[in-house]
């Protein structure tokens, strides 16, 4: 995946030079080729091998060891160890097809009370290597990690003086490695030293693998200062292999999210907070710990007693990092269908799972109910003693991105612009088809007979074409100012759907649809500010 990095790479400079000090991973086989590197006469030299034509090597990436191939140390010392005035910047060099993202940082030294330090400010760079392909989305993410990195060892050399010494550690262990009269020191690789002595490169180590296996790190800088990090298009891509999901993509998404939505839990409650660190705000733990599918987020707010502003705040947090997608809170009346593009095949592991979760069910018998869209209430026999398992099972499906919601949404369309009058009447159960339609005579009558003052503030506010088709309608006064105040507030327009909005119940809503159904066109769709969460073709 292009999300994954291709090692990290850690260099520094200061008034003694530049020196490549750790990387990772690291090929052994690299070593020899490095060491005549070190004994060059000119440091800047590169070794290239003309082909036969003449042309130049390309640069490729080893992929059979998983290492950054065709990179001496020497050449990394010499790119990432940039000038102070590009420190505190985002660095980023693409070379062929590898793209290297950094924050430079200068890291001033330890200063014990009542003493003047006389070790010179040190220029710290963490670089990562990403493929060429990576997007700009990647890329911040990576730069934003180094930045966070470096802020991290400003903070722990400013406390103990930690980074100068683990950067004379690591000089130190590439020193002895380097000794050519030493014979022990010919079978020794110096990176292999430094992430024995070293907990800096081992932290370094540890923020790879986890940002290869999972895209979530958890660490603690020198086992004190603690960082989390979160690689979105990995974590979301493993949940779902089919979704593409950057932090832009999310941060529109929880633009678009209101009180009467839901949140749904990926993980069980109890192994989510077993994975919260001790420093972890008591909002979130207070927040899982009342966690309901069946409850919206201004009710979770009113249980736990919190600002809605900060549930909507936790609740992004926990989509972000892959453990909750948004939802519309569990109930009857919701409408579900099988979700597009889901593959679920026979030997599929979602079969396995589903059924180790629910012994006695079938998961492809169970999809094929929802074939057609059916609501919470047609699935569930009131009958049966099931309904817990009903209910556990949809929760199950939602969570697997294997249901998808619809909802109803509604487009204004008076008939004067969409279907004609004289079409409208010769779909009459009475089969009239003469020119002159009950329609038109109803419309001019409906006119006459409502409030004048009321016609002329209604037709004032609104198109005199619609304003007529809206005022044949037999319905009260209340219910046609109802009407176009919903016009008006653009909820006619098939980007709402009616869960909530302007406090009306939804009985009231239902009449009111049903008394204007010959100026509505009404369908059933997903809702567009969480298709972000399910994989699309189109």
């Known amino acids: 995946?292009?999300?994954?990095?291709?090692?990290?790479?850690?260099?520094?400079?200061?008034?003694?030079?530049?020196?490549?000090?750790?990387?990772f991973p690291y090929a052994s086989s690299e070593k020899q080729e490095n060491r005549k590197q070190q004994h060059?006469?000119?440091?800047?030299a590169l070794t290239v091998n003309e082909s036969i034509q003449g042309n130049p090597p390309v640069q490729k990436l080893n992929k059979s060891n998983g290492c950054l191939a065709n990179f001496s140390d020497e050449v990394l010392s010499n790119l990432f160890a940039v000038k102070q005035e590009l420190c505190d910047a985002k660095f980023e060099l693409k070379v062929n097809n590898v793209r290297f993202v950094g924050h430079p940082s200068l890291v001033p030294p330890c200063v014990k009370r009542g003493k003047s330090s006389n070790k010179p400010i040190l220029l710290l760079n963490i670089v990562f290597a990403l493929q060429a392909s990576a997007s700009h989305s990647i890329v911040k993410c990576y730069y934003e990690l180094s930045k966070r990195l470096g802020t991290a060892l400003k903070q722990e050399e400013k406390r103990c003086g930690y980074v100068n010494s683990q950067v004379k550690m690591m000089i130190s262990a590439h020193d002895d490695c380097g000794r050519s009269d030493d014979s022990e020191s010919e079978n020794l690789d110096p990176f292999e030293m430094i992430l024995e002595?070293?907990?800096?490169?081992?932290?370094?180590k540890h923020i790879y693998n986890d940002l290869c296996t999972s895209g979530l790190v958890q660490i603690r800088i020198n086992r004190t200062v603690p960082m989390s990090f979160c690689l979105p298009q990995k974590v979301h891509h493993l949940q779902n292999r089919g979704l593409i999901v950057d932090p832009e993509t999310i941060d529109k998404c929880l633009k678009k999210v209101r009180p009467y939505h839901g949140l749904l839990l990926l993980v069980e409650p109890y192994r989510l907070l077993e994975t919260l660190s001790s420093d972890t705000s008591n909002e979130l733990f207070k927040l899982i710990k009342i966690y309901t599918p069946l409850k919206s987020l201004h009710t979770l707010a009113l249980d736990t007693r919190l600002k809605l502003s900060v549930v909507f705040k936790l609740a992004g947090h926990l989509v972000y990092w892959g453990k909750a997608i948004i939802i519309y809170p569990l109930c009857?009346?919701?409408?579900?269908?099988?979700?597009?593009?889901?593959?679920?095949?026979?030997?599929?592991?979602?079969?396995?799972?589903f059924a180790k979760q629910f012994p006695s069910y079938s998961l492809l018998q169970v999809l094929s109910e929802f074939s057609l869209p059916i609501s919470v209430s047609q699935r569930m026999c009131p009958f049966s003693d099931s309904a817990h398992n009903d209910i556990q099972i949809i929760i199950w499906l939602l969570q697997h991105r294997l249901l998808l919601q619809l909802h109803t949404y509604v487009y204004y369309m008076p008939t004067n612009r969409g279907m004609s009058v004289k079409e409208v009447g010769s779909c009459?159960?009475?089969?009239?088809?003469?020119?002159?339609s009950e329609s038109d005579t109803s419309d001019e009558s409906s006119v006459k007979d409502g409030d004048d003052n009321f016609g002329d503030e209604f037709l004032g506010k609104i198109n005199s074409d619609d304003g007529a088709a809206i005022l044949s309608v037999p319905s009260s006064i209340l219910e046609k100012r109802l009407f176009l105040k919903l016009i008006q507030q653009g909820y006619l327009k098939g980007e709402h759907h009616f869960m909530y909005s302007e406090n009306i119940s939804r009985s009231q809503?239902?009449?009111?649809?049903?008394k204007f159904?010959?100026?509505?066109?009404?369908?059933?769709?997903?809702?567009p500010a969480l298709a972000m969460f399910y994989p699309h073709s189109y």
């Not at 995946?1 to 030079?17: F, H, T, Y």
């Not at 002595?197 to 370094?204: E, N, R, V, W």
Request: proline share 4%; aromatic share 4%.
């Open 428 to 436: 009459d159960s009475s089969g009239g088809d003469s020119e002159t």
């Open 517 to 527: 159904r010959d100026v509505l066109v009404i369908c059933e769709a997903e809702d």
């Open 1 to 23: 995946m292009e999300a994954d990095p291709l090692s990290v790479i850690l260099v520094k400079s200061d008034s003694k030079g530049d020196r490549l000090l750790f990387r």
């Open 332 to 353: 009857e009346n919701n409408v579900y269908t099988t979700a597009p593009n889901c593959s679920v095949h026979t030997s599929s592991q979602l079969v396995e799972q």
């Open 197 to 204: 002595q070293s907990t800096l490169a081992s932290d370094l």
């Open 509 to 514: 809503l239902l009449q009111l649809l049903d």
């Open 40 to 44: 060059r006469k000119n440091p800047y």
